[in-house]
T-cell receptor, first 110, second 117 residues
Framework: KNEVEQSPQNLTAQEGEFITINCSYS?????LHWLQQHPGGGIVSLFM???GKKKHGRLIATINIQEKHSSLHITASHPRDSAVYIC????????????FGQGTRLTINP | DVKVTQSSRYLVKRTGEKVFLECVQD?????MFWYRQDPGLGLRLIYF???????EKGDIPEGYSVSREKKERFSLILESASTNQTSMYLC????????????????FGAGSRLTVL
């Protein structure tokens, strides 16, 4: 079993829909990251959080430390949101290292 | 903006060749990382460095070495490339663990897609 599990692996939706991507982890963490990777390879850091909720534009990330679970939400989705979204956790020990989920491939159709 | 620049976007090499992948960051970050990304396996850490001339093995260091002679540059070396090293290689950097807002946030390069024939 992977330490970081994302669901779903693939998600296709229509423009305007509310999107939720989930991340569950099995280890104690000091922080959780959400990353976005567009076709062509470049990865952008969206959020780093250790508790509660963060919002940036149409993106919202939440984390529940007790349940070891985080969600990434996209409101009013747009085709330009199509990308792979990756969850990664930073452990308490070895704090420089991240453990990555497999990624969720999101496709938003116009 | 922090910029992490990888020297080559695409490389094609032959089995047994020595391969250098260069990564340069311009924001004085202490930490630099090399990952490889393969379908179904996600990102896996090869090596990282938290200071000049310091390096630590990641999860899959076999077949690789690294060099960090200057703070801004972190090189990944494949001494004798093999076909199973065909992959996308991603460099990243971050400020050290600490309380500043940008600490621990990774900034990635655009990636280097290596094909070993």
């Amino acid at each position: 079993k992977n330490e970081v599990e994302q669901s779903p692996q693939n998600l296709t939706a229509q423009e305007g829909e509310f999107i939720t991507i989930n991340c569950s982890y099995s280890v104690g963490i000091s922080a959780l990251h959400w990353l976005q990777q567009h076709p062509g390879g470049g990865i952008v850091s969206l959020f780093m959080l250790s508790s509660g909720k963060k919002k940036h534009g149409r993106l919202i990330a939440t984390i529940n430390i007790q349940e070891k679970h985080s969600s990434l939400h996209i409101t009013a989705s747009h085709p330009r949101d199509s990308a792979v979204y990756i969850c990664a956790v930073r452990g308490i020990q070895g704090a420089q290292k991240l453990v990555f989920g497999q990624g969720t491939r999101l496709t938003i159709n116009p | 903006d922090v910029k992490v620049t990888q020297s080559s976007r695409y490389l094609v090499k032959r089995t047994g060749e020595k391969v250098f992948l260069e990564c340069v960051q311009d924001m004085d970050h202490e930490n630099m990382f090399w990952y490889r990304q393969d379908p179904g396996l996600g990102l896996r850490l090869i090596y990282f460095s938290y200071d000049v001339k310091m390096k630590e093995k990641g999860d899959i260091p076999e077949g690789y070495s690294v060099s960090r002679e200057k703070k801004e540059r972190f090189s990944l070396i494949l001494e004798s490339a093999s076909t199973n090293q065909t992959s996308m290689y991603l460099c990243a950097s971050s400020l050290t663990v600490g309380s500043s807002p940008g600490a621990n946030v990774l900034t990635f390069g655009a990636g280097s897609r290596l094909t070993v024939l």
